[in-house]
């Protein structure tokens, strides 16, 4: 006697999709929000302990703010270089279209231009 089963796929909702992150120090990170900063506004960069938050400010004050956990710090180098995080787009960030996806589409940019040998 053989053994008789039946195979079955998971339904479509099960299937987890796969989203689009960034490996980046801090220093990276401070420089492409920079070039994206509108004249009056700026963004500032507070390194925790386990996450880096992102926290944008305008003419009246806070904005909004976003953390992104941090992956791994290299010691002996300064902590804007040092320090590697890891950008995905929340719920939360992917909301708010004017930071995430000015922020992806330079980061996109830079990973395409930039290869590592």
């Not at 926290?55 to 004050?61: A, K």
Request: charged share 20%; glycine share 6%; with cysteine.
């Amino acid at each position: 006697m053989g053994f008789r089963g039946q195979a079955t796929r998971p339904a479509r909702e099960e299937f987890h999709h796969m989203e689009l992150c960034y490996m980046v120090s801090m220093s990276t990170l401070q420089e492409v929000l920079q070039s994206s900063a509108k004249p009056d506004t700026a963004y500032r960069l507070l390194a925790g302990e386990d996450t880096v938050t992102v926290v944008h400010y305008g003419p009246g004050g806070l904005i909004n703010q976003f953390a992104f956990p941090i992956i791994y710090r290299i010691e002996d180098i300064p902590e804007a270089e040092g320090t590697l995080m890891l950008l995905v787009a929340t719920k939360r960030s992917r909301e708010e279209q004017s930071f995430w996806l000015p922020l992806e589409t330079k980061l996109s940019h830079c990973c395409s231009t930039n290869v590592v040998a």
